[in-house]
């Protein structure tokens, strides 16, 4: 805006008084001209900018700050979306690490906060761009699969279990495996409600922890 103005002031000027003609052209049109670009450039920074940190919001306010998995009001409201939508057809995946409260007391909270992340980053790594894939509370993580039957769901399910299963978790001071019960269940018209939906996947995974842990229940 400086150079800018420098310009147009010498313009003002040049009608009073009669100015060489290199400062008109240096001056005038040069200024006028690397300052107008300026002025666009700076503001195509402050845009990127303003996007930058609404970004950043956003990703605050939905996603969890520890395993950077969505939040469980997230999850939440975009299923109640998808419910309102004319023919909604997913699978919900309720996940509850197997005996987790004894690697925070063998190792110590930092070392269960680490493999909260890694199991987060584990799940994320297999899972479609449409999946939504939330935390749901403590060592309890929830999975939307959209445009899927329940048969392929219990076999998605089936692939992540086995697949932390087999999978060491290295920490600077731990090295260990971890196993995942899951409870599977469809969207029916019959149970429409989102709280009904998550009650039925949370029973299934009740009954896998009742039935040894480490395993799918989707019936």
């Given at each position: 805006?400086?150079?800018?103005?420098?310009?147009?002031?010498?313009?003002?000027?040049?009608?009073?008084?009669?100015f060489?003609?290199?400062?008109t052209?240096?001056?005038?049109?040069?200024?006028?001209?690397?300052?107008?670009?300026?002025?666009?450039?700076?503001?195509?920074?402050?845009?990127?900018?303003?996007?930058?940190?609404?970004?950043?919001?956003?990703?605050?306010?939905?996603?969890?700050?520890?395993t950077?998995a969505?939040?469980?009001?997230?999850?939440?409201d975009?299923?109640?979306?998808?419910?309102?939508?004319?023919?909604?057809?997913f699978?919900?995946?309720?996940?509850?690490?197997?005996?987790?409260?004894?690697?925070?007391?063998?190792?110590?909270?930092n070392?269960?906060?680490?493999a909260?992340?890694?199991?987060?980053?584990?799940?994320?790594?297999?899972?479609?761009?449409?999946?939504?894939?939330?935390?749901?509370?403590?060592?309890?993580f929830?999975?939307?699969?959209?445009?899927?039957?329940?048969?392929?769901?219990?076999?998605?399910?089936?692939?992540?279990?086995?697949?932390?299963?087999?999978?060491?978790?290295?920490?600077?001071?731990?090295s260990?495996?971890?196993?995942?019960?899951?409870g599977?269940?469809?969207?029916?018209?019959?149970?429409?409600?989102?709280?009904?939906?998550?009650?039925?996947?949370?029973?299934?995974?009740?009954?896998?922890?009742?039935?040894?842990?480490?395993?799918?229940?989707?019936s």
């Open positions: 805006f400086s150079i800018l103005f420098t310009a147009i002031y010498i313009d003002a000027l040049d009608e009073l008084f009669e060489p003609k290199i400062i052209i240096v001056i005038e049109d040069i200024f006028q001209i690397i300052g107008l670009l300026m002025i666009v450039y700076g503001i195509t920074l402050w845009l990127k900018k303003q996007e930058t940190q609404k970004n950043a919001l956003v990703k605050l306010a939905t996603t969890d700050p520890l950077g969505y939040t469980r009001r997230f999850f939440t975009k299923v109640k979306e998808i419910l309102q939508s004319e023919k909604p057809r699978c919900i995946l309720l996940f509850d690490i197997d005996h987790f409260k004894k690697i925070n007391d063998q190792y110590g909270h070392v269960g906060d680490l909260l992340v890694q199991f987060s980053a584990l799940m994320e790594k297999s899972l479609r761009e449409s999946d939504l894939f939330a935390r749901w509370g403590g060592e309890a929830i999975l939307l699969l959209p445009h899927i039957a329940l048969s392929s769901a219990t076999e998605k399910a089936e692939q992540l279990r086995q697949k932390l299963a087999d999978t060491v978790i290295q920490l600077p001071d731990a260990f495996t971890m196993t995942v019960s899951i599977v269940v469809e969207f029916n018209p019959v149970t429409p409600k989102l709280e009904t939906l998550i009650d039925i996947a949370d029973q299934r995974l009740y009954k896998a922890k009742q039935q040894g842990r480490n395993q799918v229940v989707s």
